[in-house]
């Protein structure tokens, strides 16, 4: 492979090299259900089909701002750019001693001999993308016959798609046969009422469903910000309303990551420390941080421990 083969993407952003150290504790065993690993390319090959090329950020980075953050665990989770082959992702999982569990990406093909060993590894969902800039077609058919494989596992699928593609994405996300985690939630439309219509309809859809919710990437969501840099404690206060209604609403149900190292940003790349403390503005009290940091998460992706903790 030559050395274009790693050319990044034009406009790329890199992530943030040295965040802050936050303000605000995180609460002991507090995991960060959301991250990736990118590479390194020269050990971890791109996929040939992948629609962007990244910054490496491997498994060391990654493992460098956990403990910076305060973070206990990590839930990894495989990005477009690698495609099926989870590399990458098992790599991390067995460096990380047991302090991180994997979402995959598989195929309807995968053998059962494979899912075992990403099983062993920590894997405990699947992800599919349903966000049309990042794939081809909408992969409901492959979801359906995976969902079935997995189900015996005890795993789950995360789901990625926008606000506006949910009403005809809802009766077949309803029909699969495992848990559901959704994605950022969901991607509202951050300049809408959060007490409209269309975030109603994602709400009532995480109700009548067995959903788990992340509140996740406001750097992503963002409209007016402000931007998570430069010591700002107060950012993105425009998803804040979308974000808090979902921990006050489903507080058992709610997750939070670092979306880390925030791909496909094209705006602005946030300090990581910042993101930490913006986590009090939508979980308002200890009782909901630590349902949404320890509980939630540890019940979802570690759910031994969590019996032994009484969780």
Known sequence: ????????????????????????????GAVDAHCHVFGPAAEFPYAPERKYTPVDAGKHDLFALRDHLGVSRNVIVQATCHGADNS????????????ARGVATVRPDVSEEELRRLHDAGVRGVRFNFVRRLVDAAPTE??????RRIAPLGWHVVLYFEAPDLPDLAPFFASLPVPLVLDHMGRPDVTKDPDGPEFARFLRFVEANNVWVKVSCPERLT????????????????????ARKVVDEFTDQALWGTDWPHPNLKDHMPDDGLLVDHI????????????????????????????????
């Open 1 to 28: 492979m030559t050395d274009e083969s790693f050319a990044v993407t034009p406009g790329w952003l890199d992530w943030h090299r040295g965040p802050s150290k936050p303000a605000f504790t995180l609460p002991e």
């Open 88 to 99: 990458a992702l098992v790599d991390a999982l067995r460096a990380a001693g047991g302090r």
């Open 142 to 147: 492959a979801l359906e016959t995976i969902a």
């Open 223 to 242: 409209a007016t910000g402000p931007r998570a840099l430069d010591g700002e404690r107060h950012a993105y206060q425009d998803v804040v309303p979308f």
């Open 280 to 311: 009090p503005h939508v979980a308002t009290t200890p009782a909901k941080q630590h349902a949404l940091l320890v509980d939630n998460p540890m019940r979802l992706y570690w759910p031994e421990k969590a019996t032994d903790l009484h969780i």
